[in-house]
């Protein structure tokens, strides 16, 4: 019986232990989770440390937004964090979070079931305007948009991305609102780094936040001849020589290249075929070490006309016919006038023909000279007898 005993202190003891052994990997929920908008952008999230550990236990949190996969985020000892959220960049006007607690990594272990929150943005989202864009110039930028509804009351805001308090701080109104037929558009007094900037569009019941598009406006293209060369040259973008490249796309004779230039150059030469049509395209681009923003193609600028072999062959394409036709038409004439003698006139062969069963296979020659005369024939005067009904004809009967 003891031994029986025995047995069963033992499993019980081991049970325990393993009990013991797999909550030593696994932490208890954060809890209480919050979060407050500090602005539109910005927003506080918060949690409490889970119930029945020790202050002092060393335990870090991890964070993982569900809507954005790669993202993962190590919180040692803080119950808190501040976090950018856009609603254009996923368009969503919802994210959630999952917050777990941890001992060391953020691999999140199976059996660690994390605290969920859902963040929803202060405002519905709306998608409020279209094709925003923003052109740069010296310390201001022009920005435009299409609205989506043109009867709805929008106001812009902007500010430097950060999370900070005096960034949070720094947001401004958008400034000399203007409408410039199908686009409206304002400017934002900030620089130096458009890639660096925040944009809040919003209504009374609407609003969306993103990073707005940032080009750089298309240079204006002149071509020049030079001796056997042509010159390119174009205005120099005013984010400087050391920011600056560009790239140049020239058709020759319908076949494409195109060509960067050094960095801050404004100009290029291209050798010259005299018998090519070129079309030239450019475009600016900011380089890697600036902004790294671009500018769209400039309008094609066509230079010289094609003369080449294709143009000789729709030449003789057309000429020839033309001048073969003009041959026939007039051989036919000269064949008209002279017809006499080069084209005797052909007896009629059906009136051949006809003499032929006519008088026999005999005299084929007299039929040339013998023409056919209708002879009369003989006619008998009709004799009309009355008969009567007692005539001897009908006894004969
Ligand atoms: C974020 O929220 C926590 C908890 O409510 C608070 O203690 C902290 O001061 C907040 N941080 C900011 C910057 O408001
Ligand atoms: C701003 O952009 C609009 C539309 O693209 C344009 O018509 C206007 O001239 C620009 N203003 C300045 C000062 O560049
Ligand atoms: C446009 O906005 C006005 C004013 O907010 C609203 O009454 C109207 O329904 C909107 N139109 C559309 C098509 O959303």
Same mark, same amino acid.
């Given at each position: 019986?003891?031994?029986?005993?025995?047995?069963?202190?033992?499993?019980?003891?081991?049970?325990?232990?393993?009990?013991?052994?797999?909550?030593?990997?696994?932490?208890?929920?954060?809890?209480?989770?919050?979060?407050?908008?500090?602005?539109?952008?910005?927003?506080?999230?918060?949690?409490?440390?889970?119930?029945?550990?020790?202050?002092?236990?060393?335990?870090?949190?991890?964070?993982?937004?569900?809507?954005?996969?790669?993202?993962?985020?190590?919180?040692?000892?803080?119950?808190?964090?501040?976090?950018?959220?856009?609603?254009?960049?996923?368009?969503?006007?919802?994210?959630?979070?999952?917050?777990?607690?941890?001992?060391?990594?953020?691999?999140?272990?199976?059996?660690?079931?994390?605290?969920?929150?859902?963040?929803?943005?202060?405002?519905?989202?709306?998608?409020?305007?279209?094709?925003?864009?923003? @052109?740069? #110039?010296?310390?201001?930028?022009?920005? %435009?948009?299409?609205?989506? /509804?043109?009867?709805?009351?929008?106001?812009?805001? !902007?500010?430097?991305?950060?999370?900070?308090?005096?960034?949070?701080?720094?947001?401004?109104?958008?400034?000399?609102?203007?409408?410039?037929?199908?686009?409206?558009?304002?400017?934002?007094?900030?620089?130096?780094?458009?890639?660096?900037?925040?944009?809040?569009?919003?209504?009374?019941?609407?609003?969306?936040?993103?990073?707005?598009?940032?080009?750089?406006?298309?240079?204006?293209?002149?071509?020049?001849?030079?001796?056997?060369?042509?010159?390119?040259?174009?205005?120099?973008?005013?984010?400087?020589?050391?920011?600056?490249?560009?790239?140049?796309?020239?058709?020759?004779?319908?076949?494409?290249?195109?060509?960067?230039?050094?960095?801050?150059?404004?100009?290029?030469?291209?050798?010259?075929?005299?018998?090519?049509?070129?079309? @030239?395209? #450019?475009?600016?681009?900011?380089?890697? %070490?600036?902004?790294?923003? /671009?500018?769209?193609?400039?309008?094609?600028?066509? !230079?010289?006309?094609?003369?080449?072999?294709?143009?000789?062959?729709?030449?003789?394409?057309?000429?020839?016919?033309?001048?073969?036709?003009?041959?026939?038409?007039?051989?036919?004439?000269?064949?008209?006038?002279?017809?006499?003698?080069?084209?005797?006139?052909?007896?009629?062969?059906?009136?051949?023909?006809?003499?032929?069963?006519?008088?026999?296979?005999?005299?084929?020659?007299?039929?040339?000279?013998?023409?056919?005369?209708?002879?009369?024939?003989?006619?008998?005067?009709?004799?009309?007898?009355?008969?009567?009904?007692?005539?001897?004809?009908?006894?004969?009967?």
């Amino acid at each position: 019986m003891s031994l029986i005993r025995g047995f069963f202190v033992f499993v019980a003891i081991s049970a325990d232990i393993m009990v013991f052994h797999c909550k030593a990997d696994r932490y208890p929920q954060p809890w209480n989770l919050t979060y407050e908008w500090l602005d539109k952008f910005t927003v506080n999230i918060s949690w409490k440390k889970p119930i029945g550990l020790a202050d002092n236990s060393g335990i870090n949190y991890c964070l993982k937004k569900i809507e954005d996969k790669s993202e993962l985020q190590v919180h040692e000892k803080k119950l808190q964090t501040i976090e950018t959220l856009l609603t254009e960049t996923k368009g969503t006007d919802s994210w959630t979070y999952n917050i777990w607690a941890t001992g060391e990594n953020c691999n999140q272990p199976n059996e660690t079931v994390p605290a969920m929150l859902t963040i929803r943005t202060p405002k519905p989202r709306d998608k409020l305007v279209k094709d925003f864009k923003c @052109f740069p #110039s010296l310390n201001k930028m022009n920005c %435009s948009w299409i609205p989506a /509804n043109r009867s709805q009351n929008l106001v812009l805001y !902007y500010r430097i991305k950060g999370r900070m308090q005096e960034d949070i701080q720094s947001l401004k109104k958008c400034d000399k609102p203007y409408s410039n037929g199908e686009r409206n558009g304002c400017y934002l007094h900030i620089d130096p780094e458009p890639k660096n900037i925040l944009v809040l569009v919003e209504t009374d019941t609407a609003m969306i936040t993103f990073i707005p598009v940032i080009e750089l406006p298309p240079p204006k293209l002149s071509v020049k001849e030079e001796g056997d060369y042509l010159k390119l040259s174009w205005n120099a973008s005013n984010f400087g020589k050391q920011c600056s490249e560009y790239e140049v796309c020239f058709s020759k004779c319908n076949s494409p290249l195109c060509q960067k230039t050094g960095i801050g150059e404004p100009s290029m030469k291209v050798i010259y075929d005299k018998n090519c049509q070129y079309e @030239f395209k #450019s475009r600016v681009m900011t380089t890697e %070490s600036c902004f790294s923003i /671009n500018s769209t193609f400039s309008e094609p600028v066509i !230079y010289g006309t094609n003369k080449t072999p294709d143009e000789t062959l729709t030449v003789v394409a057309i000429v020839i016919p033309i001048i073969l036709s003009a041959c026939v038409i007039l051989s036919c004439y000269c064949f008209r006038r002279h017809s006499a003698i080069i084209c005797p006139v052909i007896p009629d062969p059906s009136a051949v023909f006809k003499e032929m069963i006519m008088n026999g296979n005999s005299d084929l020659k007299a039929t040339q000279t013998k023409l056919y005369t209708p002879v009369p024939e003989p006619i008998e005067p009709c004799k009309i007898i009355l008969v009567s009904e007692n005539s001897p004809i009908q006894q004969n009967n």
